[in-house]
């Protein structure tokens, strides 16, 4: 019964009060239950997102955070923007000033992150990638891959075929070419058929 409970009010309550108060949220926003936006004026949220159960959310002034369209998280992941300066002269928790972290994290179209994933400053995540469950995500991970790992490492091209990478961008009206991508694979050293 409490579960129960718990999911209305998420759905109900929760989300609505979030929705209001994100800088900016699209159409069919998705917020698993027991999951919770800290300083949501900060996050962007691009239109069908989906996020698990349990999911933690939090970020500043200075570490906004952009998702776009149809990404999807699965359940326990966590977004954390911000740091602290480890070169403060005192114990880091009273050192108020946050200008030394600024840096955006970046989760753009058809992303699907694994469950217990964490992402924190300094990550892009390249259109329609995925990232394997339990992940840290640190850094920049070109569009189309499959990348997973402590820290994240790129482990393959989504596709094993240059036809089914175009397809794909036409059928997601892509803002990139298959040229584009194709060019970051390689340097990766992944070729297609």
Not at 99 to 117: F, L, R, Y
């Given at each position: 019964m409490r579960y129960l409970i718990e999911k209305i009010y998420n759905k109900i309550v929760y989300r609505s009060l979030i929705k209001l108060k994100l800088k900016y949220v699209g159409r069919n926003f998705r917020l698993g239950y027991h999951s919770e936006i800290l300083n949501p004026e900060f996050f962007s949220i691009g239109d069908n997102f989906y996020c698990g159960p349990h999911a933690y959310f939090v970020t500043n002034i200075n570490n906004p955070v952009y998702i776009g369209k149809y990404v999807m998280f699965g359940p326990k992941c966590n977004i954390?923007?911000?740091?602290?300066?480890?070169?403060?002269?005192?114990?880091?928790?009273?050192?108020?000033?946050?200008?030394?972290?600024?840096?955006?994290?970046?989760?753009?179209?058809?992303?699907?992150?694994?469950?217990?994933?964490?992402?924190?400053?300094?990550?892009?995540?390249?259109?329609?990638?995925?990232?394997?469950?339990?992940?840290?995500?640190?850094?920049?991970?070109?569009?189309?891959?499959?990348?997973?790992?402590?820290?994240?490492?790129?482990?393959?091209?989504?596709?094993?075929?240059?036809?089914?990478?175009?397809?794909?961008?036409?059928?997601?009206?892509?803002?990139?070419?298959?040229?584009?991508?194709?060019?970051?694979?390689?340097?990766?050293?992944?070729?297609?058929?």
């Open positions: 954390i923007g911000g740091n602290h300066d480890y070169r403060f002269e005192g114990f880091m928790s009273n050192n108020s000033n946050i200008e030394h972290s600024k840096t955006k994290i970046i989760i753009e179209d058809g992303v699907w992150v694994g469950a217990n994933t964490t992402i924190i400053n300094g990550a892009h995540i390249g259109e329609g990638s995925v990232v394997g469950a339990m992940s840290l995500v640190n850094k920049f991970i070109p569009p189309y891959v499959i990348a997973g790992g402590i820290p994240v490492r790129v482990l393959k091209p989504r596709f094993s075929q240059k036809s089914q990478l175009e397809n794909t961008l036409i059928n997601t009206q892509s803002k990139y070419s298959s040229d584009q991508i194709l060019s970051l694979h390689r340097e990766l050293g992944f070729n297609y058929v």
